[in-house]
């Protein structure tokens, strides 16, 4: 994805690399934060917290804390340039355990997520099949109650699941997940799964391979070809019968839904997740930007699109969803799990009401791993990223880079066999709601306001931002890094702490008390890098505290030579729908 590689120093590093050109960075960002968040996680979680009560919580989020964030950590990468790890030494060398803390988050998020991979990759292979495996019940998976839900007659007894089930749902559980009764029974290794999780990390290997320059040119089709079958299935839900039914259900907001807390948990976890913030994803491709680059126009149009993909997402959900809840008689809040299946389910139903459908199937799981690859490529690509910043003249060499990178790779892909036994879903759920969201990422975003908005200074960095694209940014967005956003993320945390509710998988397994421990074990694992890393940095009793507290320059290697460029000096207003011209030297 990045170009001019640089001369190497008499150090023996190598310079930094640069974005070839506008687009690879617009089209790798996108290709990062547009994912399974998307077409996933976001209806997902409409559909368990209610429908559209979950758009009330989840714009105000946007507004408060996704795009300022957004931009600040596009910013903060593009001024040091330098990634996840080393931007917090450059501006404020006491809280570079931020650093450590996302990278840790990202390498769990690395762990788990994979096995969505997997579960794509076996529904990939099972679409070449003569017939699609889950739209039939003549299969040894199957139960007495199957049925085919296109040919199934709705004055027959949906009611009672012991009766019927879907076979799409049954596919689901009993071939592809083939899952236990809890997490307490681990069950064996799906060896399927387990190749397809393999699989999975090769690719993600040589996609980082030769770094980020290995795969600029790709992303312009992997970027794109997703919303081309995104756009296809929208317009064929929306044809469905019973689709307004589905999409009334999306947008009909209930407002006693909001007084859980759990709805505003993952309304702000799901903002953190899609938008890959709190993580270091951000500050990695920024730093990869030339100077004066304006990453602050950059940073709306991807939040708009970001957000705009999730939304369109949500109407082909529904309006499947809707069509379901007709054929079977039932209310749609019953038609189909709300759990990490839910898409494995939906999508797959409507594959099968379209014209030549394996060839459909074939491109939409073709388009989920597209998705994946592309978001475990990108939190890869942080973790070497940050440690090549740390070791730039021992790792920039070739094959000491690879061999680190095999070795990552293989100690995830071992650990990710846990995903795939008979547990893996009630596993997966636990890295979910403790380490990759919830309070763990709610804690980052209001540790980095902090630190940026109170510690660094909130004026100093707009100044800094005002140095590379010529002007300063909206002032709600040093309102937002000062008051705003640490303000609603700590409500957000103490409410959830007071209304607290059991962790459940599907709405109705409860977790057992040692998974809770478990899953806090993990979160602070993370977390703990901030005050473990400022023990560390006060032990050793180099310099005065203030030369820890606070970088003297900001952190901004190349503003002198900078300031030789001509900036833009016209202001970018969000508002604007004109096209501006991009900044000399882009």
Known sequence: MCHNQGKTTSQGAKERSKWGTKKEFILSVAGAIIGLGNVWRFPYLCYKNGGGAFLIPYFLF?????????????????????????????????????????????????????????????????????????????????????????????????????????????????????????????GSIQWELALCLLLSWVICYFCVWKGVRSTGKATYFTATFPFVLLVALFFRGMTLPGALHGIKYYLYPDPSRLADPQVWMDAGTQIFYSYAICLGYMTTFGSYNKYNNNCYRDSFYLCLLNSGTSIMSGFAIFSI?????????????????????????????????????QVWSVCFFFMIILLGIDGQFAGLESNMTSLTDLYPSYLQRGYRRELLLMLLCAISALLGLFMVTEAGAYILQIFDHYVCSGPTLLLMAIF?????????????????????????PLPLFKYCWLYITPLICSATLVFLLVRYIPMRFNNTYVYPWWTYWIGWFLAMSSLSMIPLNMIFKLAQKKGSLWQYWISPDGGSKGRKAARSIPVQKKKFSPMAVAKQTDVPGM
């Open 62 to 186: 946007l507004v408060t804390c996704g795009v300022p964030l957004f931009v600040l950590e596009t910013s903060l990468g593009q001024y040091t340039s330098q990634g996840g790890i080393m931007c917090w030494r450059k501006i404020c060398p006491l809280f570079e355990g931020m650093g450590y803390a996302s990278q840790m988050i990202i390498f769990y998020g690395n762990i788990s997520y994979v096995a969505i991979l997997a579960w794509a990759f076996l529904y990939f292979f099972s679409s070449f099949s003569g017939n699609l495996p889950w739209a039939s019940c003549n299969n040894t998976w199957n139960t007495d109650g199957c049925v085919e839900i296109n040919t199934y007659n709705t004055t027959a007894n949906w009611t009672s699941p012991v009766n019927a089930s879907s076979s799409v749902k049954e596919f689901w559980q009993r071939r592809v997940l083939k899952i236990s009764t809890g997490i307490e029974t681990l």
């Open 448 to 472: 980095q306001s902090v630190i940026i908005g109170w510690i660094y200074g909130a004026g100093r960095f707009s100044d800094n931002i005002e140095d590379m694209i010529g002007y300063k």
């Open 321 to 357: 969803l809707g069509y379901m809840s007709v054929k079977q008689g039932v209310d749609i809040s019953a038609v189909a799990e709300s759990g990490p299946g839910l898409v494995f389910i939906v999508y797959p139903q409507v594959v099968t009401l379209l014209p030549w459908p």
